[in-house]
C-alpha cells in the first residue's frame, strides 16, 4: 500500500477514528524522538568525566600564584 492510498482510506475513516489515529501516531513519533534524543545525549556526554592529569608540582604552582595575586 503506498502512502498515497493510505491518506485516501484514512481521509474516509470517521472523525473520532482519525483523532484516535492522530493520537496514536504522536505517541509513536514521541518514543522514537525521545529515545534518538537519549542516545545522542549520552554520546556527547562520553568522556566528559575524563580530566586532564595534573601534578601535585603544577598545583602547588598554581596555588602558590593564586595566593600571590589574592594578597598583594
Known amino acids: 500500500m503506498t ?7 484514512v481521509l474516509q475513516l470517521p472523525i473520532s477514528d482519525r ?4 493520537q496514536t501516531l504522536l505517541e ?4 522514537e524522538t525521545s529515545s534518538e534524543l537519549k542516545k ?3 554520546s556527547r556526554l562520553r568522556g566528559i568525566a575524563k580530566g ?3 601534578s601535585s608540582e603544577d598545583m602547588e ?7 600571590t ?3 598583594q
Do not use: A, F, P
Open 52 to 54: 586532564t592529569e595534573i
Open 61 to 67: 604552582v598554581d596555588y602558590i600564584n593564586y595566593l
Open 19 to 22: 483523532w484516535t489515529l492522530v
Open 69 to 71: 595575586e589574592k594578597y
Open 3 to 9: 502512502l498515497q492510498q493510505l491518506q485516501k482510506q
Open 40 to 42: 545522542g545525549n549520552l
Open 28 to 31: 509513536s513519533l514521541q518514543r
